[in-house]
């Protein structure tokens, strides 16, 4: 470079110049390859990179986001104004409103009309006397008898009324609630600004549940609604399930776009890595065959279990479904009482290779610990399931290789019954809630499952 500048050039010049050119092309590098690990990292660009067939599917209509009304502010500054004191008080503002239903309520000014508490400034109440709210809440005790409301009315109000929408049954109660309880309750669209709160804090609870878990199973189900659900074992060989997504897509799905939404939901949303999803279990429909092909590209030791209850009675067998029964023949040996009658040898181990994630050096530390499982469980009497799993539970540290076993095992089930309750509690909604917005549907119904397991 200097020997291409002039000579008249101040070499000081040619410093700052050439470092500014290098600082450049840093950077240019640094952009390039941070791009570059994006793309690395990205689990779904990873898997496509391998050869996964993957498309990003078309959504519902009723799955776009909710609008959320907001406080604009606009009456911050009148709230930090300084005014002066006033001395009047609630008994002069009763002389000042006869027969519009203010009462004094320790010390404060209530209107029983609108079942709220208002200032007791004149202009404030001026301006509340000539609301809507107050004049049809006016017209309300007056078309009421004594000023009462009954449960009865409430119930006959249902009857005519008969919302479509749960949360709209709030209202039903409220004037009732209201008026003896005695506080201004909030109302059914209120309610509704708060679904996404209620719905990103269960979304929490999950991954806190799940922070620790090193290997899980996935069930799922459906077509145009998606449901998915995780299975994994606690620390005391527990198996739980939790529902951590159900979605609304415009349409069925193809194998490859139904691939990408259990690809999001896996891997980039509760981020599982590559090793940590060992099964999955499903219906015998060739579209969810065709997303699992996809979804091994990234999960390689996946285990796909097709629901004994949709294949049993299917004339033509696959080899994956002969495979399937070999692999649960061979589980029984991990039975503390089935065991003792099987007697199984180091060779009976070997069928432990049906299962992907189990690989040879894990047989051979399983036959290795065969004669201290034989002697442990010899003249053993269990008699319920949750005995054994208790029973493992306790052998974690003098069988430590069959126990870990027995903890991935856990994991699989020769059904996909998990998933179709889901779609159980989605059917006992009404038909207009079935056509809410998806935060609402998804809210609900994940609320509902995973509260009815968290009590087993």
Known sequence: VRALLADDIPETLIDQWSQSCQSNMADVLSSNSSEEDDAVTNPIQLAINKGANITEPDRAAISRKRKIVKNSGKYKASRMKNHSKNDTCVWDRLKDFPGQHFVNENGQLRCNACSEIISIKKSS????????????????????????????????????????????????????????????????????????????????????????????????????????????????????????????????????????????????????????????????AAVNGAAIRQLSFFYPNIFDVTCFSHTIDNEKFSVQFHTIV????????????????LKPDAAALEEFSNFPFVNDNTIANLANELPDYLAAVDGVTLGNEDEKVTWWAAQRETLPHWSALVKKLL????????????????????????????????ASVMVRYNSTQRKH
């Open 411 to 442: 994991l699989i089930q020769p059904s996909s019954a998990a998933a179709e309750r889901v779609f159980s509690l989605l059917n006992s909604m009404s038909s207009q809630q079935g056509n809410s917005l998806e935060d609402y549907i998804e």
């Open 326 to 341: 070999r692999a649960f023949k061979v589980a029984r040996l991990c039975c503390p009482v089935q065991v003792q009658q």
């Open 125 to 284: 109440i001026e301006k509340h006397v000539q609301s809507k709210k107050h004049v049809n809440g006016i017209a309300s005790i007056a078309k009421s008898k004594k000023e009462n409301q009954t449960i009865l009315e409430c119930l006959k109000k249902q009857d005519i009324r008969d919302p479509g929408i749960e949360i709209s049954k709030i209202d039903i109660m409220r004037p009732f609630l209201e008026k003896y309880a005695r506080h201004r309750l909030t109302g059914a669209s209120h309610m509704k600004d708060i679904i996404p709160t209620v719905l990103e804090k269960e979304r929490e609870k999950i991954k806190a549940e799940i922070q620790n878990v090193q290997e899980v199973s996935m069930i799922f189900d459906g077509t145009a609604r998606l449901a998915i659900v995780i299975r994994y074992v606690q620390e005391n060989f527990k198996p739980t399930q939790r529902l951590i997504c159900l979605e609304v897509l415009a349409k069925p799905l193809k194998g490859s776009k139904l691939a990408q939404r259990l690809m999001s939901c896996l891997a980039v949303n509760h981020n599982f890595g590559p090793n940590m999803v060992l099964a999955t279990m499903r219906d015998g």
